[in-house]
């Protein structure tokens, strides 16, 4: 797949991630709460939150000695993420249909 | 008006083994048996997606119920080359009729030979949509994002 301006995919193309960004969809976390509901490190955790955050898509603020981590609230990042898969798929899905019949079934039926 | 500074478009390119008349017919003609199914707003299963083959003509869904959902108009009809057409549908998954609110989205179709063409798609004016969507979250009292990104992690989901 030849794609441009994927920087999206590139943030959710790892599974811990993804599961991160799932997790942090329903409420905030911290990354304890993090590594206590997946199969990694927290230092692991930290590195993906990290990824996040540089990619704008999460968020974190101090309470007290505890770090929250949440998405991003503001939506810009979240739906050019979004749209950008949904483009992904969608002309991938194009291209195996323009490919997958010579003729075009229309034109043959009329 | 804007009160959100400019999104990058968003941009994708795909090369297809077939000549540019019928790259873009499968796009356009043929939208309805290629499109995600996943990705509609209807609240029935979507049946199919028409491009209505004319500028200003309907890009929508027909539900499985025989319901129907805008999703944009066309804006420029110009075959086999190019295309552009309004993305309306914004983060709450919903239709957005105010042409202000409305992305575009424009796919170019290259002949690179006479059975290889390349589709360049870019859909810009992403923050007509943020804008839409600030304003309707001024009113309801917000909710709009988190079902985007529950829709989204869904969609991710499945894909593993």
Known sequence: MDTNGAEGLGLLGDPTRRAIFELLARRPHTVGELAQQLPITRSAVSQHLRVLKDGGLAVSRAEGTRRIYRLNPDGVTGLRVYLDRVWEEALTAYAKAAQAAPIDPKQEDQ | ?160
């Open chain 2, 1 to 160: 008006m804007s009160s959100t500074p400019t999104i990058p478009p968003l941009s994708g390119t795909i090369t297809v083994d077939v000549p540019v008349e019928r790259a873009f017919r499968v796009f356009t003609d043929a939208f309805g048996s290629w499109w995600p199914a996943e990705y509609h707003i209807g609240q029935a299963d979507m049946a199919t997606a028409i491009l209505e083959p004319r500028a200003g003509g309907r890009w929508y869904e027909q539900g499985t119920d025989g319901s129907e959902c805008d999703w944009g108009r066309v804006l420029a009809w110009e075959p086999p080359h190019r295309l552009v057409v309004t993305w309306q549908i914004n983060g709450q998954w919903q239709y957005d009729p105010d042409p202000e609110h409305a992305s575009e989205i424009e796919v170019r179709f290259t002949a690179d030979g006479p059975d290889q063409t390349t589709i360049q798609l870019e859909h810009r004016r992403l923050e007509r949509l943020v804008d839409g969507q600030a304003l309707r979250d001024g009113i309801t009292g917000g909710g709009g994002w988190p079902s985007l990104l529950e829709l989204f992690a869904k969609a991710a989901t499945n894909q593993a």
